[in-house]
């Protein structure tokens, strides 16, 4: 019966011990939700001296340390409870449960940062570590962005033209030049002296300003004045070129019955001289003189050959008007194709044999061929567009 009543009574215990810790407990709540800087110790008192157990509320609570976390203490009893049990021992002895009582705790505030509300008290004396540092500055800080430098451009590179010259028109590697002057840069000095060629390798990278030059890619201009320098062999000038071999080192030299010749050629002539408006623009010469002439006469494209009046190969031709021409010689046989037709066959073997092309003027202000009324400052010009020769 004594062991009973004794373990009624440790049970009873127990549980007016924990009713009064779920009330601090909310007590110690309530005061933190209206001030959140407080910290606070709760203190229990131990039981009577008779009794040889005690109970022990949390010591401490702190809410939300700041930086440096103060205390402040206050003492009270649990919620008032009474209740009187007696228990008889073995010995006779009646233990007298012991009354406690509560008492409202104080706290006075903090001159601390403000805690987070948020943090939930505990039952145990605590101090709780500064918060970790994190990646987001706090929302009081200003971030200025500084904008990069912006790049330096690099400079242009300077990239010559595509076709800078007249050998990037045409293939010049087998010819050289005969043009109207005394000199490869100076201004004719009329019949007086003979007209100077160019030849490879200053052929290669060799243009006038305006006798000799190219537009862009797309042609080649040949201009001769009336009052350019001659040949030794003609009263006429000329900038033409000569068919070479070898790299242009050797003069060509073929027969008409040996091997297939050709050369094929697109052009247009844009000007020609004023009193006597001739030009011959494409030629086969052998050891000796002419083979073959095709010239422009005011509006009509007509051929010589050996001397004499060949066909005409237009008779209605426009200044500006680009045409086709293709010279082939095989077996004795000179053939002449104009917009890709067959128009004439020549029979004749001759050896010693050479193209040309270009602007040969057939009239002179002065000299020997003057023509009267003539212009020394007029002049006759052929655009080419594609110049290739072959020998199988």
């Not at 009624?8 to 779920?22: D, K, S, T």
């Not at 203490?73 to 007696?86: C, K, M, R, V």
């Not at 040949?222 to 009263?235: E, I, K, P």
């Not at 010279?327 to 002449?336: A, F, I, M, Y």
Request: charged letters at 25%; proline letters at 9%; hydrophobic letters at 30%.
């Amino acid at each position: 019966m004594a062991e009973t009543l004794k373990g009624l009574l440790q049970e009873r215990r127990l549980q007016i011990a924990a009713g009064a810790i779920v009330l601090l407990f909310l007590l110690l709540w309530s005061l933190a939700a209206s001030s959140p800087k407080t910290q606070r110790t709760e203190t229990t008192p131990s039981s009577s001296a008779g009794d040889d157990r005690s109970q022990a509320t949390p010591d401490s609570l702190i809410i939300n340390p700041g930086p440096t976390p103060q205390t402040f203490s206050t003492t009270s009893a649990p919620q008032t409870a009474s209740e009187e049990a007696l228990a008889t021992s073995s010995s006779g002895q009646t233990t007298e449960a012991t009354s406690t009582s509560t008492s409202q705790p104080t706290a006075e505030p903090l001159d601390e940062p403000t805690p987070d509300p948020t943090a939930e008290p505990t039952a145990e004396t605590t101090e709780r570590p500064p918060p970790p540092p994190t990646s987001r500055p706090p929302s009081t800080t200003t971030t200025t962005t500084r904008r990069p430098p912006e790049p330096t451009a690099a400079p242009p590179t300077l990239t010559p033209p595509r076709c800078s010259k007249p050998s990037d028109v045409i293939d010049l590697t087998n010819w050289k030049l005969t043009i109207p002057f005394t000199s490869d840069s100076g201004d004719s000095d009329g019949n007086e002296n003979e007209a100077v060629e160019i030849k490879q390798p200053a052929l290669a990278s060799y243009s006038r300003t305006e006798e000799f030059t190219n537009s862009g890619c797309d042609f080649v201009r040949f201009r001769a004045h009336v009052g350019g320098a001659t040949t030794s062999g003609s009263g006429y000038p000329r900038l033409e070129l000569r068919e070479m071999t070898d790299d242009g080192n050797s003069l060509a030299s073929w027969s008409s019955t040996s091997g297939r010749h050709s050369m094929e050629t697109r052009m247009r002539v844009t000007q020609l001289p004023s009193e006597k408006p001739h030009l011959v623009v494409a030629q086969i010469h052998d050891s000796d003189d002419d083979v073959l002439t095709v010239r422009v006469e005011g509006s009509t494209i007509v051929m010589e050959l050996d001397g004499d009046d060949g066909p005409t190969l237009d008779s209605s031709y426009s200044l500006n008007e680009i045409f086709s021409l293709r010279l082939e010689v095989s077996d004795g046989l000179t053939r002449t194709y104009f917009n890709d037709e067959l128009v004439h066959t020549l029979e004749d073997e001759y050896s010693g044999a050479f193209f040309r092309a270009g602007a040969y003027t057939q009239s002179a202000c002065d000299g020997d061929n003057k023509v009267s009324s003539e212009d020394c400052d007029s002049y006759g010009e052929a655009e080419i567009f594609d110049l290739d020769v072959s020998h199988q």
